[in-house]
């Protein structure tokens, strides 16, 4: 069923097991495994899917070494698990990262973790090397026997110093641990979603529907492409709309304060020294008042965050000048010979984390854990449950899902039938193991769909084997790429637009694609974009005038980018 037939159907049949409300990660990973184990199950998502805090993340797949000193040893060891099962299930979109921490002292922070531990500090402070080890030791512990990354190393100031030419010379010596990278969440979140509906004919997930209201059995759904409302009867409802967790369920009539959001920017900056310095590895350390800060390689850019900082409006949050002093700063202090400024940032973003509402007065000791929060009976005057998913982290995604289904399972008086654990995503499928297996492949396609191994490479490593449906479409009519991104052919593009939910352009250029995040967009493509996707939705000359008029706004006052 396309967009229009899952709305027309709902007017028919309004009666639904579950509703989710919130595309973002969390709902849609309870969505794919609510849907594998057969249940009917509708998730409405206001804007596009992942449009949200799932749009801001630092793109790490990680156990969260320092949660450790938090005393969060339960999230630490779901989140290793997790972190592993996803570089098995996902292999196409997420890669192993080896993470080197600069350290700058040897014995600072020694009575960090347990004062923290018995709530005794507050004040996070820089750590020096010997916590450092502890923590990764503990880290690697978690890892077990599943050892599908290596084991962390410690380097000496001179080793480190020859191998990262840059870094600051006034380090004592450097610790590298491995964690994952997610190259393009906003795509793994999709292909999370297809894989579901492939399944299970009643799952649907559908983008630009709010939530708006409800009472006793009645949820009210706006389709925000035309203002029709849509009236659905639930058994159970799944507030997944991560900072927006306690407005949505104010608009249920239920008065809750279950999130005390933190904002968090980055910036993407263009700069090839920096780019060279850092090689394949994230660096990741604290600055001196114990703020985490990490310098990751993003495809040939370099991203560069995060803040944490307290916000009562997740609509409000923007990446401010002050936050980009702070990142150029902190960069300058690990790579003081590089000069980074203003100019090379191409592209900048900011999210609220949907936390836990804490009364820690550091935002960094705030819980990174998940939990589902229940409204039902006397609390409420629905004849459903409400299900808030508080918390939770991209790392943690599937770990959670599995928690919510099984209660929402338990609710429905269902038996699970199928788990997610070794469940390859999307294009993870036979992706594969190595580059000689990767060469087959690519050859045994070009000879099947005519398409070059080259343009085949490219569309492995954006779409892992979904390529092969990608090459065998472009080969069923006539196709090229196109004039201003020669990366991109028309076929694939009509491909996405037909499988891939794109409504409106900034679908396609800020989650679909990297072409925004990685500042490779001229006015001139986005133009033409606005073409190929006019000509495949049916766009008439004013749709796609204001198409481009939304993306390029978007740009501006979203992530600084002006065309
Ligand atoms: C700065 C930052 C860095 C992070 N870095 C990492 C990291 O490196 N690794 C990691 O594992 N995790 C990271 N996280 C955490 C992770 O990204 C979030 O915890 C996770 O994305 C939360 O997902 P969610 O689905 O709960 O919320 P969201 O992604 O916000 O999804 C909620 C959705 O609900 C929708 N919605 C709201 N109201 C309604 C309504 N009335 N009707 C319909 N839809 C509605 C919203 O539009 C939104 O898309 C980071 C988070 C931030 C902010």
């Not at 590089?338 to 900048?348: A, D, G, M, T, Y």
């Not at 039938?417 to 050859?443: H, N, V």
């Not at 000879?447 to 449906?469: D, I, M, P, Q």
């Amino acid at each position: 069923m396309n967009r229009n037939e899952v709305l027309s159907n709902l007017k028919k049949n309004p009666g639904i097991s579950v509703l989710i409300i919130g595309g973002g990660i969390n709902g849609i990973g309870a969505f794919r495994d609510l849907a594998l184990n057969g249940v009917d199950v509708l998730l409405v998502e206001k804007g596009d899917f992942c449009s949200g805090a799932s749009s801001a993340s630092s793109h790490m797949v990680h156990g969260g070494i320092r949660y450790l000193e938090n005393g969060e040893f339960r999230l630490v060891r779901e989140a290793v698990q997790e972190r592993n099962r996803l570089l098995q299930n996902a292999p196409h979109l997420v890669k192993p990262l080896p993470t080197t921490i600069p350290i700058f002292r040897r014995f600072s922070g020694l009575l960090n973790a347990p004062l923290k531990f018995f709530r005794l500090l507050n004040k996070p402070s820089e750590r020096g090397s010997l916590v450092i080890k502890l923590g990764l030791i503990m880290y690697d512990a978690y890892t077990g026997r599943q050892r599908v990354v290596p084991k962390h190393r410690f380097l000496s100031r001179k080793e480190s110093l020859a191998k990262w030419k840059q870094l600051n010379p006034n380090i004592v010596n450097t610790a590298t641990y491995y964690d994952g990278a997610i190259l393009q969440p906003e795509r793994l979140a999709v292909e999370l979603i297809l894989d579901a509906e492939s399944e299970n004919p009643n799952a649907r997930a559908i983008n630009y529907v709010s939530m708006i209201g409800g009472s006793e059995d009645t949820i009210i759904l706006r389709d925000e492409l035309t203002d029709d409302t849509y009236d659905v009867r639930p058994k159970l409802v799944i507030n997944a709309a991560g900072p927006w967790i306690d407005f949505t369920n104010q608009k249920l009539g239920l008065s809750t304060r279950f999130i005390g959001g933190t904002k968090g920017s980055h910036i993407v900056v263009r700069h090839e020294e920096l780019r060279k310095a850092i090689g394949e590895n994230e660096f990741f350390f604290e600055n001196e008042d114990g703020r985490i800060v990490l310098i990751f390689p993003l495809y040939d850019r370099v991203l560069i965050g995060t803040s944490d900082i307290s916000v009562e409006n997740p609509n409000e949050a923007h990446c401010t000048d002050d936050e980009i002093d702070y990142f150029l700063r902190l960069t300058r202090r690990i790579f003081p010979s590089l000069s980074l400024n203003r100019e090379n940032i191409v592209f900048q973003f900011s999210g609220v984390r949907p936390l836990p509402h804490s009364a820690a007065t550091v935002t960094a000791q705030i819980s990174r854990d998940h939990s589902i929060e229940v409204l039902s009976g006397d609390w409420t005057h629905l004849t459903f449950p409400v299900y808030s998913l508080v918390g939770g982290k991209w790392t943690t995604f599937r770990a959670f899902a599995e928690q919510v289904t099984d209660k929402a399972l338990a609710h429905l008086g269902r038996k699970r039938k199928k788990d997610t654990r070794s469940l390859p995503i999307g294009g993870g499928r036979g992706f594969p193991r190595d580059s000689a297996d990767l060469k087959r492949q690519i050859e045994s396609l070009s000879a099947w769909t005519g398409v070059t191994r080259e343009r085949l490479k490219v569309l492995f490593e954006r779409y892992g084997t979904r390529a092969e449906a990608i090459a065998t479409f472009m080969n069923g009519g006539t196709d090229f790429l196109l004039r201003s991104i020669p990366g991109y052919s028309r076929r694939e593009i009509i491909f996405l637009v037909q499988h891939e939910k794109i409504l409106h352009l900034d679908d396609f250029v800020l989650r679909r694609s990297m072409l925004g995040m990685l500042g490779r967009l001229t006015r001139e493509m986005v133009d033409e974009l606005a073409d190929v996707f006019g000509n495949a939705l049916g766009w008439k000359a004013e749709q796609k005038a204001a198409e481009v008029a939304r993306t390029l706004s978007i740009l501006a006052d979203k992530h600084g980018v002006r065309l």
